[in-house]
């Protein structure tokens, strides 16, 4: 079905695609660009899954090779070393002055991925609290000595929310949790917005699968990530470091395939152990972008998915900041 060029003119804003993982987020942005750039429009887009940012890793994390990109420029992949932490206050910066940029050049940015934490803190106007160098290294003091299970007990007590979402195993979230809220005095939800206020006016596009469907395909996504040498990228990886990375080593598939090069897991355990924190993962994803009152959901397996974004980026002013 071809689409009209009603908005040929108009300005779309920052379309933003998510959906979780698997529902072909980056194919959906290569089109709907390719069709924007046929109306006579600049594109350029601006990754949102956090682990796209290291270099190196590519097999795990599906990321589209320069080839793959079709001529479009792409931004924020391939920006951190694996040794690097990825924190979503430093990519908030990050990507919007990347769009900012792209704005002032007179094109469309397009920001894709589905890392719901990151995505929200680029489309919504929110803070992040600061960090204080002595709480923080006496609280990961306090991690290293009595481990991720005490404070936790510790986060449930103040903010249970919070220790619900991060849950018993995650030191370094349990550690900013509380870090938060003792600088802030307030829950570590109080930081993420509640009633989105718009950073920039921004339209929505989310993808979506019936769950039986989606679980078939990231059970065969993992498993042909592995047939394509997802361990020969991980053990590459070595030298670089990622065995001390904090973000990147404990990356879904990435932590799996160091399991199976050390000799703690078979390849089919590690396997299967990734196809089920994948399958978790789609299932937090999904929660999270529910939240988004404005979002325009597409099945992703229609054949008219691209004809339906151009038809919503059309239908008039996108969601904007609350004046």
Known sequence: ???????????????????PTGTGKSELSLDLAERLVARGRTVEIVNADAMQLYRGMDIGTAKLSVAERRGIPHHLLDVLAVTDEATVARYQVEARAAITEIIGRGAVPILVGGSGLYVSAVVFDFQ??????????????????????ALY??????????????GASNGRRLVRAL?????????????????????????TVGLRSPREELTSRLDARVTAMWDAGLPDEVEALIPAGI????TASRAIGYA?????????????EAIEQTQQFTRRYARRQVSWFKRSPHT??????????????LERIDSGTPAAPSS
């Open 256 to 268: 799996q395939a160091l399991g199976q090069l050390r000799g703690t897991l078979s390849r089919a």
């Open 243 to 246: 065995e001390t990375g904090v």
């Open 128 to 149: 992040f609290p600061g960090t204080d160098p002595v709480l923080r290294a006496r609280l990961e003091a306090e991690l290293a000595e009595l481990g991720p299970g």
């Open 1 to 19: 079905m071809d689409d009209v060029d009603t908005g040929a003119d108009a300005d779309p804003g920052l379309v933003v695609i998510v959906g």
């Open 153 to 166: 007990t510790r986060l449930k007590a103040v903010d249970p929310a919070a220790a619900v979402r991060i």
């Open 296 to 309: 325009h959901w597409i099945e992703s397996a229609a054949a008219d998915r691209v004809h339906q974004a």
């Open 179 to 203: 870090e938060v809220v003792e600088l802030t005095g307030a829950p570590h939800a109080a930081a993420l917005p509640g009633e989105p206020v718009y950073w920039r006016p921004s339209v």
